[in-house]
């Protein structure tokens, strides 16, 4: 995962959105005392720009898998355990905001629970903040534990949240912000300009550039590649950005 900046605030973050509408557009000194009707229109776009990028694949960045506890639940046939998934990830911090995958716990290890998950596929479904499963997948004995990988919303925790270094878009990758900032830029087009000719050509860019160079980066990302072949080059891991083009 690419990291913009470590310094990287809630201003520079929207004037980089606002850049995006022309030279000659204002930019906010301070987001956070400004006052004008121009901070006003941005408030309205900047949180749901974000959560439509989040729902656009399964961030890296934003992915968790965690161990979670289960209560028995009777009266939800059937299923017969249920999670709490509220207050999950980094610290209980974030939510789950959307969930991936679900996965019985099979004993205490890594290597034993990877050499039982392919065969032991449960039911599940995800309600609000929970999630009902049916723990006994064929007959399978398992713990009372699901395995739940999932999606969180750090958009939502950005205001009166402790980054390193103080920057409040530490954790984020690169290429999910400029998806975010040019989606936030194409929605604040006609607010701000009038123009949606204008608002057209950003969103061009953010379905034809952004999205699709973000979802190339982020399916590879993180990923070990063995043995890929002697005309390409040998990469040890995707997070390195080494390069697999032909020798």
């Known amino acids: 995962m690419a990291r913009v900046g470590e310094n990287l605030t809630k201003t520079d973050f929207v004037n980089v959105a606002l850049s995006k509408l022309g030279s000659d557009r204002v930019q906010m000194a301070d987001y956070e005392s400004d006052n004008t009707e121009i901070k006003e229109i941005v408030k309205l776009y900047f949180e749901s720009a974000g959560e439509e990028i989040l729902n656009v694949t399964d961030w890296n960045f934003a992915k968790f898998t965690e161990k979670i506890a289960t209560t028995g639940s009777s009266s939800s046939k059937p299923y017969n355990r249920v999670a709490d998934i509220a207050g999950s990830g980094r610290g209980t911090t974030y939510d789950a905001y959307r969930v991936i995958e679900v996965q ?9 629970f990877n050499s039982q998950k392919a065969s032991s596929k449960i039911n599940w479904i995800e309600v609000k903040d929970k999630i009902y499963a ?71 860019e953010l379905i034809n550039i952004c999205i699709p160079e973000a979802k190339r980066v982020n399916a590879v990302e993180g990923s070990q590649i063995v043995g890929i072949g002697a005309d390409f080059n040998e990469i040890g891991s995707i997070n390195n950005y080494k390069n697999f083009g032909k020798v």
């Open 104 to 112: 019985p716990q099979f004993g205490d290890d890594y290597a034993t």
């Open 134 to 204: 049916d723990l006994n997948p064929d007959g399978a004995t398992a713990t009372t534990n699901l395995i739940v990988t999932y999606i969180t919303n750090p958009i939502q925790e950005l205001d009166g949240a402790s980054y390193p270094n103080g920057s409040e878009f530490f954790f984020f990758d690169s290429l999910f912000l400029k998806c975010w900032y040019t989606n936030l830029a194409s929605k604040l087009a006609v607010p701000l300009t009038g123009s949606k000719d204008l608002e057209k050509a950003i969103k061009d």
